[in-house]
């Protein structure tokens, strides 16, 4: 059985930090690209940052590159993606979600949507200004 759980999210206020945290289990997710993504509320869903399977490789969109960094540890039963968010503002307020690439071993790490199949239930994220 396949799972994505979010966990991490919260309330903060501007300029502060948060770090999201996404178990994934049930395949072979060290094989797969995964990612950040988020949706704000009457908005739509929105890459946030992606890490490659297997040589570090990591793409951000332009509105959170150097305050927020991505990581995963590939452990033995299931692969564990963070977001660590730092000098957060109001407009990150989201339901963030972590994704994984829809295929194993691609080897360029994408930022559409559609080429990820595999979702979180979110974790919401709230910046007070």
């Known amino acids: 059985q396949v799972k994505l759980v979010e966990s991490g999210g919260g309330l903060v206020q501007a300029g502060e930090s948060l770090r999201l945290s996404c178990a994934a289990s049930?395949?072979?997710?060290?094989?797969?690209?995964m990612a950040w993504f988020r949706q704000a509320l009457g908005k739509e869903r929105e890459f946030v940052a992606a890490?490659?399977?297997?040589?570090?490789?990591?793409?951000?969109a332009d509105s959170v590159k150097g305050r927020f960094t991505i990581s995963r540890n590939n452990a033995n039963t299931e692969t564990l993606l963070y977001l660590q968010m730092d000098n957060l503002k109001p407009e990150d307020t989201a339901v963030y979600y972590c994704?994984?690439?829809?295929?194993?071993?691609?080897?360029?790490?994408?930022?559409?949507?559609?080429?990820?199949?595999?979702w979180g239930q979110g974790t919401q994220v709230t910046v007070s200004s």
């Open positions: 994704a994984a690439d829809v295929l194993p071993e691609r080897p360029n790490v994408p930022s559409l949507m559609r080429k990820y199949d595999y």
């Open positions: 049930g395949r072979t997710f060290s094989r797969h690209n």
């Open positions: 890490i490659s399977w297997n040589d570090g490789t990591t793409v951000y």
